[in-house]
């Protein structure tokens, strides 16, 4: 093993000449500096290069200042590639693989020159910094180094990497700012991967479904299943989708696609109009080779972009002026959310051989495997998806002004909106929302809302000098869409944000809600019958004397009128033009 690491970091200087090294090459890529050592590293980089900025761009819970590294120069010509790293703060070979990567930029290499030609790197180290200087080296028991490696979660508890459309976390925040002011173009995550034990040393996700834009699913084909792809399997690396095993115990029975939504880094990516990449490097290999994995894939893009200059930023330019021209075709639906449609293709599954026996410890198959008997099995890859969902969106949005932290999470997306002048009565459509059901635990501090009851109906609506309009001619409108939807599967509603609207504020005292009752069955005959029919048909509401009682007050012209009414407005083109003109 020792020259195993010994010859990685042979061909790690051959490649790149006179440079730095990097804290984790100094250690022989067993171990993950700490942050203060990673830090002190850029701070060289830095003072050494013209070509390399480090810029604060946050700070987390616990204090610690958020980094960012900006290699070459933001220019409307070229690529903004936008790597991060320590999402996860225990898969961190992307921050010790991006080291080597602007090691070779500070020192001027010559294929590092002609990536900063066409392509600007955007690139943070750790994302969760807290979660980072948590280093133990029993943080991950299924990896196979470094010797210490940071936590999961940050400082508060957060995944990141389920938060990036709720935006909860400082860091989060932070990095949706990063975001916005730099524009990429493809945005790469890099993960280490838990699971099973295969021969793969990367594998990756992109979504490649009708969710991506026709013109970035193409981009991806050519340039990186394609082009990329062949690159790396000439360098020795083998290269497989994301294995999402169907069964943990038993490879055998294939694995599955899977659409990732927009709390994750890649569906948010694709909600922005944008490549989302995931790379997952194997767990169980060794850390050099998993640094190595991680240095080749970057290295690879950067080098096709530099080859194929402009194509790639053509494309994301082409996404960002159709989106806003969407918004004219009041019948364009937008696909939010897609299912796998239960298509098997034989898949040549690089894998080893294996054991599966009954575990007397869980009571469950145990498996167990070779990795000195590489075998390829011929399994079942349920690739092909389906659109489970889509969405017609608004013209635009209206959101009355005190719902302020729904406003400031879309401007924290860096979604446009616009302050209405006047006050005003519109015609809108409104979502209404009853028998709401919620998740039996809390999800990342949540208390999600996983079923309701959803009907619209169009209404004059009062809106008040001051209330907000969100307009959906703008790139950013997905974006809008999954956060304001009802429906959509990440929606502010779903992720429990306005789960306030199914409280009943007021309500009638007992003596007074029977004579109530009285009144409403004696002047409405049907009224009567229906509540019969319900007596019957529900014993649950039969046995509830409060509930019985609060069926007629919810039925009388006392009744709360916004009780499950969802606080944002959907208005046509000709209302959100003369909303907009005032």
Same mark, same amino acid.
Do not use: C
């Given at each position: 093993?020792?020259?195993?690491?010994?010859?990685?970091?042979?061909?790690?200087?051959?490649?790149?000449?006179?440079?730095?090294?990097?804290?984790?090459?100094?250690?022989?890529?067993?171990?993950?500096?700490?942050?203060?050592?990673?830090?002190?590293?850029? @701070?060289?980089?830095?003072?050494?290069?013209?070509?390399?900025?480090?810029?604060?761009?946050?700070?987390?819970?616990?204090?610690?200042?958020?980094?960012?590294?900006?290699?070459?120069?933001?220019?409307?010509?070229?690529?903004?590639?936008?790597?991060?790293?320590?999402?996860?703060?225990?898969?961190?070979?992307?921050?010790?693989?991006?080291?080597?990567?602007?090691?070779?930029?500070?020192?001027?290499?010559?294929?590092?020159?002609?990536?900063?030609?066409?392509?600007?790197?955007?690139?943070?180290?750790?994302?969760?910094?807290? +979660?980072?200087?948590?280093?133990?080296?029993?943080?991950?028991?299924?990896?196979? +180094?470094?010797?210490?490696?940071?936590?999961?979660?940050?400082?508060?508890?957060?995944?990141?990497?389920?938060?990036?459309?709720?935006?909860?976390?400082?860091?989060?925040?932070?990095?949706?700012?990063?975001?916005?002011?730099?524009?990429?173009?493809?945005?790469?995550?890099?993960?280490?991967?838990?699971?099973?034990?295969?021969?793969?040393?990367?594998?990756?996700?992109?979504?490649?479904?009708?969710?991506?834009?026709?013109?970035?699913?193409?981009?991806?084909?050519?340039?990186? %299943?394609?082009?990329?792809?062949?690159?790396?399997?000439?360098?020795?690396?083998?290269?497989?989708?994301?294995?999402?095993?169907?069964?943990?115990?038993?490879?055998?029975?294939?694995?599955?696609?899977?659409?990732?939504?927009?709390?994750?880094?890649?569906?948010?990516?694709?909600?922005?109009?944008?490549?989302?990449?995931?790379?997952?490097?194997?767990?169980?290999?060794?850390?050099?080779?998993?640094?190595?994995?991680?240095?080749?894939?970057?290295?690879?893009?950067?080098?096709?972009?530099?080859?194929?200059?402009?194509?790639?930023?053509?494309?994301?330019?082409?996404?960002?002026?159709?989106?806003?021209?969407?918004?004219?075709?009041?019948? /364009?639906?937008?696909?939010?959310? %897609?299912?796998?449609?239960?298509?098997?293709?034989?898949?040549?599954?690089?894998?080893?051989?294996?054991?599966?026996?009954?575990?007397?410890?869980?009571?469950?198959?145990?498996?167990?495997?070779?990795?000195?008997?590489?075998?390829?099995?011929?399994?079942?890859?349920?690739?092909? %998806?389906?659109?489970?969902?889509?969405?017609?969106?608004?013209?635009?949005?209206?959101?009355?002004?005190?719902?302020?932290?729904?406003?400031?999470?879309?401007? %924290?997306?860096?979604?446009?909106?616009?302050?209405?002048?006047?006050?005003?009565?519109?015609? /809108?459509?409104?979502?209404?929302?009853?028998?709401?059901?919620?998740?039996?635990?809390?999800?990342?501090?949540?208390?999600?809302?996983?079923?309701?009851?959803?009907?619209?109906?169009?209404?004059?609506?009062?809106?008040?000098?001051?209330?907000?309009?969100?307009?959906?001619?703008?790139?950013?409108?997905?974006? /809008?869409?999954?956060?304001?939807?009802?429906?959509?599967? @990440?929606?502010?509603?779903?992720?429990?944000?306005?789960?306030?609207?199914?409280?009943?504020?007021?309500?009638?005292?007992?003596?007074?809600?029977?004579?109530?009752?009285?009144?409403?069955?004696?002047?409405?005959?049907?009224?009567?019958?229906?509540?019969? /029919?319900?007596?019957?048909?529900?014993?649950?509401?039969?046995?509830?004397?409060?509930?019985?009682?609060?069926?007629?007050?919810?039925?009388? @012209?006392?009744?709360?009128?916004?009780?499950?009414?969802?606080?944002?407005?959907?208005?046509?083109?000709?209302?959100?033009?003369?909303?907009?003109?005032?």
């Amino acid at each position: 093993m020792r020259l195993i690491l010994a010859l990685l970091l042979l061909a790690t200087t051959a490649v790149h000449g006179k440079r730095l090294q990097t804290p984790a090459e100094a250690d022989g890529l067993l171990q993950t500096p700490d942050a203060a050592t990673t830090f002190a590293f850029l @701070d060289r980089l830095d003072a050494a290069s013209d070509r390399i900025e480090v810029r604060r761009f946050g700070t987390t819970p616990e204090g610690r200042a958020l980094r960012v590294v900006i290699a070459g120069e933001v220019r409307p010509d070229r690529a903004l590639v936008f790597v991060q790293a320590g999402i996860h703060a225990g898969e961190i070979e992307g921050k010790d693989a991006g080291l080597m990567l602007l090691a070779a930029i500070a020192a001027n290499d010559r294929r590092a020159r002609r990536w900063l030609e066409h392509a600007t790197l955007v690139f943070v180290p750790i994302l969760n910094l807290d +979660g980072h200087e948590r280093r133990s080296r029993f943080n991950r028991i299924n990896q196979n +180094g470094p010797v210490e490696m940071g936590w999961r979660g940050t400082g508060q508890r957060l995944n990141l990497n389920r938060d990036y459309l709720k935006a909860d976390a400082p860091e989060m925040r932070a990095l949706l700012a990063l975001i916005n002011e730099v524009n990429p173009d493809i945005l790469i995550d890099s993960h280490t991967t838990n699971g099973a034990d295969y021969q793969y040393d990367l594998t990756w996700s992109m979504d490649d479904t009708v969710v991506q834009h026709p013109r970035l699913r193409a981009w991806q084909e050519q340039a990186l %299943v394609g082009r990329v792809q062949s690159r790396l399997e000439r360098q020795g690396h083998l290269v497989a989708p994301y294995i999402e095993l169907n069964d943990p115990t038993d490879p055998r029975k294939g694995f599955t696609n899977f659409g990732a939504s927009p709390r994750y880094s890649t569906g948010y990516a694709v909600a922005r109009g944008r490549v989302g990449l995931l790379l997952e490097t194997h767990m169980l290999k060794p850390y050099p080779v998993r640094v190595r994995a991680t240095l080749d894939v970057l290295s690879a893009i950067l080098d096709d972009i530099a080859a194929h200059p402009g194509e790639l930023r053509a494309a994301t330019r082409q996404v960002d002026a159709d989106t806003v021209a969407r918004a004219a075709d009041a019948g /364009a639906s937008v696909p939010v959310q %897609v299912e796998n449609a239960g298509i098997a293709e034989d898949f040549a599954f690089k894998g080893y051989a294996f054991t599966i026996t009954q575990s007397e410890v869980s009571g469950g198959p145990w498996i167990r495997y070779d990795p000195g008997q590489p075998k390829t099995f011929t399994v079942p890859f349920y690739r092909k %998806v389906k659109v489970a969902q889509a969405l017609k969106p608004a013209a635009a949005y209206a959101i009355p002004q005190q719902w302020t932290a729904l406003v400031e999470r879309l401007r %924290v997306h860096g979604v446009r909106l616009q302050r209405i002048a006047h006050d005003a009565r519109v015609p /809108a459509e409104v979502s209404l929302v009853s028998k709401p059901q919620f998740a039996p635990a809390s999800f990342e501090g949540r208390v999600a809302l996983t079923a309701f009851e959803h009907r619209r109906e169009m209404r004059e609506m009062p809106l008040r000098a001051g209330d907000w309009l969100v307009p959906m001619d703008q790139p950013l409108a997905n974006v /809008a869409l999954h956060i304001l939807e009802p429906d959509a599967p @990440d929606s502010a509603l779903r992720w429990g944000d306005f789960n306030i609207v199914f409280e009943q504020r007021e309500y009638a005292d007992g003596r007074v809600a029977e004579q109530l009752a009285r009144d409403l069955m004696a002047a409405d005959p049907k009224l009567k019958a229906e509540f019969e /029919a319900k007596l019957a048909a529900e014993p649950e509401f039969a046995k509830n004397p409060y509930a019985r009682l609060n069926w007629f007050y919810l039925r009388s @012209d006392w009744r709360e009128r916004d009780l499950g009414l969802y606080p944002v407005l959907r208005v046509d083109a000709a209302t959100s033009t003369a909303l907009r003109s005032k």
